[in-house]
């Protein structure tokens, strides 16, 4: 028996390969499995290669798997672009139809099932994904009670007609593929999970949800790849706590209108990619100037441009930390796994009140939209904190005015909300004085800039820098932000196989820069490697700037579009040491 | 209830002497208070320009925004807080150059605020260039052989784009301009009101006397039907957009705010944050 494995299913756009994935994956979690998908698809609707990836385990993972165990293929195609992936002894399943055949040199089993043609027979070739899923799932020996479950609620409000249609699919494809392989294949049976059922979503649902948590009840968001799933979730919840999404004409508006509504007291935030991000940059700097709260979040693509719309990347890093004109307090968090993107958007809320910054929460393109398992959520574990928010201020004497930019030790004011009798105060991008009113007095300049800019000295967000640092003389210090972690790690079990020693940093807080964290290990490594989907080493930038240390410093790089595998960190780390 | 001098606050308007807005600015305070609005209630968000210092000059909470982004930040206030009065404004370079795609959507959106453009038909700020409003051949600095654009019909675009509340006036005008803000903070949807406010010191052809002889004053055709679209349209055609008054008002479409499912009368600011646990367990149940 196996305690993981990987399954694939490729074919054309629209061919079903999206809710196949979902219905295998859901199947698998109810079962108890730890799962791990990865999406590979392109910037069209109808037509080209796509395909979803998911790593299916008896222990938490947290990486996609170098190697693939099956491949489902509704056209030849998907065979010949991914069959190079099969382990030795693989498995693939495909439609008889296309008359499919192996690339030489590709050593695995080839089951032509007749795909279309059982799935024309009862009806539709709708259906095809299901004669391919149920043939897949048959192999793998695994309870069909619990995939006919999840293919009933797929379908289920279709109708009971077409759920059934839908079971006979998949019972056929089964009965097919086992005839033909004289039963479940032995190679391929999974250990027993534990049968609890986990957690499964996306980064961006994690972050949907944490934000209703934290009590966000607008956005304001302009759809783009690969952000949109944040709105989509939040359009069918916030109705419920009293909110709502509001798609504005671009991410211009989008921004803007999140600081007016912010300003005017609820949280709110706006969700976004680097185009959008771009877009936003001048808004930022009022945010920032007028110290109003303002969540951002950026689910980094492939840039630059247009770039790659749908590939992975890390290279959003620089706009983020230094985007806008002139200077601002600014915080850029960077969640490393679902729990995080849970957590962190709640304390982005908080941490925005709390020092009335903007706040950008910087996702990658993996992490946003690999559906995985994830832990326990809590809901009470970050409270809910509004900083110096007021409310019901005590009258003011005559001709006094509520102080908004108050000096205040900490440089963080007073805030009010419109409707307050005493609160009346004026906010402007201009350079203002404690009153909120344009002010080009020297002194006054200096000082606000200072205020503002010092509101963030010694600001340190939970688990600023994740360290998982066993060794006292590690041969490697890896340095990660994101999604890589988990590949990190995986890559890091193999080096330890082989007798090296590693520790792993996960940087989250990206600006202000966690300088000391950061700094006492770099003292303590011999030599250091830093990871990112970038091709300029804008992580490594910032350490070397803020924690110095460049001449142990190595990059490993890459922006090809594709995540890191973990065979490729295992054998960057192992030509460094 | 708030009298007008209450909306006044002790700020020296940096507006030239002449210049057409001071009287947008008194008409404004003068309708908040007619229409029985406290200062705390209102939100005056502006954008850059001249026109856009005036969020400054009114005791109210006030919002200067960026160049061409009033709109966008004032939804945002009223989404938040649907209890407050919520007034954008700005300059016609500010909503209908660099803003122009948010007033088209902020009308097709309709939520219940005020937009009160300070239109000049030049820029001021900046000191003399040609703006979206600027008739064909006019010399500026930036138009030396003058503008060889077609003028911007703000009217017909709004009036294009679905707007529940059109209207336009003439800052001389203030007994008018001051009946169509109040009419306009009344109108539960979108009001837009487009004000003719001379700039004295950059734009010698478009003066007070100039308007005075140019403009067609709705007020004088009692017959004229502000419900109807068509017939709204054909004027604002026939004056070649030189006319004042209410111009078209729609009280039947209801506003943004009262479409949105789930949206309370209560303001969302006001509202209580913290979700409960029974709620977030319900959440979490769609994700196994």
Do not use: D, R, T, V
């Given at each position: 028996m196996i305690s993981q494995l990987s399954w694939k299913i490729g074919g054309q756009q629209g061919e079903g390969v999206e809710s196949t994935d979902r219905i295998f994956s859901t199947a698998l979690n109810r079962l108890g499995y730890y799962l791990y998908g990865y999406r590979h698809f392109s910037s069209r609707i109808k037509g080209g290669h796509t395909n979803n990836k998911i790593r299916i385990s008896t222990n938490p993972i947290r990486a996609i798997s170098d190697d693939l165990d099956i491949l489902v293929a509704f056209d030849q195609e998907s065979i010949d672009l991914n069959s190079h992936e099969l382990r030795p002894g693989g498995v693939v399943v495909a439609d008889a139809k296309f008359n499919p055949t192996l690339p030489e040199g590709v050593n695995a089993k080839l089951f032509a099932v007749p795909i279309t043609a059982i799935a024309e027979e009862l009806g539709t070739s709708l259906m095809k994904n299901m004669v391919a899923s149920g043939a897949s799932w048959a192999l793998l020996g695994l309870p069909v009670d619990v995939f006919n479950k999840a293919v009933e609620e797929e379908f289920g409000r279709k109708g009971p007609a077409i759920v059934e249609k839908n079971i006979e699919a998949v019972k056929r494809g089964s009965e097919f593929v086992l005839e033909q392989a004289g039963g479940p294949l032995d190679e391929f049976k999974l250990e027993p999970a534990d049968g609890k059922q986990k957690l499964f979503m996306i980064g961006n649902e994690a972050i949907a949800l944490g934000s209703i948590a934290a009590g966000c009840r607008l956005m304001s968001a302009y759809p783009i790849t690969p952000a949109s799933e944040i709105m989509e979730y939040l359009i069918k919840k916030l109705p419920k706590f009293g909110g709502t999404v509001v798609q504005t004409e671009d991410e211009i508006a989008a921004v803007t209108m999140a600081i007016g509504a912010n300003y005017a007291g609820v949280r709110t935030m706006t969700a976004s990619a680097g185009p959008g991000l771009s877009l936003m940059m001048e808004a930022i700097g009022l945010a920032g100037m007028t110290e109003t709260p303002l969540v951002i979040v950026n689910t980094q693509r492939g840039g630059p441009s247009t770039g790659l719309p749908t590939k992975q990347e890390q290279s959003d890093l620089n706009a983020m930390v230094y985007g806008t004109h002139g200077e601002i307090p600014k915080i850029v968090i960077s969640p490393a796994s679902i729990e995080d993107c849970f957590y962190d958007t709640i304390e982005a809320f908080n941490l925005s009140e709390e020092y009335q910054v903007p706040v950008i929460i910087m996702t990658d393109l993996q992490l946003s939209l690999g559906k995985q398992s994830c832990g326990t959520l809590n809901l009470g574990e970050i409270p809910i904190k509004r900083g110096k928010l007021v409310r019901e201020l005590p009258e003011l004497e005559d001709n006094q005015y509520f102080k908004r930019y108050e000096f205040t030790e900490d440089g963080v004011s007073p805030r009010v909300l419109p409707g307050d009798k005493s609160g009346i105060h004026h906010v402007t991008g201009v350079e203002h004085d404690e009153v909120g009113r344009p002010s080009e007095n020297a002194v006054n300049r200096q000082k606000m800039m200072d205020k503002r800019l010092n509101k963030l000295n010694g600001m340190t967000i939970r688990d600023a820098v994740r360290t998982d640092a066993p060794h006292n003389d590690a041969d490697l210090l890896i340095i990660g932000m994101g999604s890589t972690g988990g590949t990190i790690d995986e890559a890091r079990s193999r080096l330890d196989a082989d007798g090296l020693r590693t520790n792993h940093i996960t940087i989250r807080q990206i600006h202000p820069f966690p300088t000391s964290i950061v700094q006492a290990e770099l003292e303590k490594a011999k030599k250091v490697v830093i990871l990112e989907n970038n091709a300029t080493g804008q992580l490594a930038s910032q350490v070397k700037l803020y924690a110095g240390n460049a001449d142990k410093i190595e990059s490993v790089l890459k922006y090809d579009g594709n995540p890191f595998l973990p065979s490729e960190v295992y054998k960057a780390c192992k030509e460094l040491i | 209830m708030a009298t007008f001098k209450e909306f006044r606050n002790n700020v020296k308007p940096?507006?030239?002497?002449?210049?057409?807005d001071f009287s947008v600015q008194a008409s404004i305070q003068r309708a908040a208070a007619n229409v029985g609005l406290e200062p705390e209630r209102l939100a005056v968000i502006s954008g850059i320009g001249c026109s856009g210092r005036i969020s400054g000059y009114i005791n109210a909470y006030g919002l200067h925004g960026i160049h061409g982004r009033a709109l966008p930040i004032a939804q945002g206030v009223k989404l938040a807080n649907r209890e407050l009065t919520v007034i954008a404004s700005g300059g016609d370079g500010d909503g209908f150059a660099i803003g122009m795609g948010h007033t088209v959507h902020a009308i097709r959106r309709n939520l219940d605020i005020t937009y009160i453009v300070m239109d000049n038909q030049i820029y001021g700020l900046t000191k003399g260039q040609t703006s979206p409003r600027s008739a064909e051949g006019f010399k500026t600095k930036s138009t030396p052989e003058g503008s060889i654009e077609s003028t911007l019909s703000p009217l017909e675009i709004a009036m294009s784009a679905g707007a529940t509340f059109v209207a336009q006036s003439f800052s001389s005008d203030l007994k008018q301009l001051t009946a169509l803000i109040e009419a306009g903070l009344n109108h539960k949807g979108f009001s837009l009101i487009n004000v003719f406010s001379p700039c004295v010191t950059f734009n010698k052809v478009n003066t007070y006397d100039w308007f005075k002889e140019n403009i067609v004053n709705l007020d004088q055709f009692p017959d004229y039907d502000p419900s109807n679209r068509i017939a709204a349209m054909n004027k604002i055609m026939e004056t070649n957009g030189m006319l004042t008054g209410l111009i078209y008002q729609n009280t039947v479409r209801k506003s943004y705010e009262d479409l949105v499912v789930g949206f309370e009368e209560q303001g969302l600011a006001n509202q209580d944050i913290q979700m409960s646990q029974e709620q977030f367990d319900k959440l979490l149940t769609e994700f196994k």
């Open positions: - | 940096n507006w030239c002497p002449g210049c057409g």
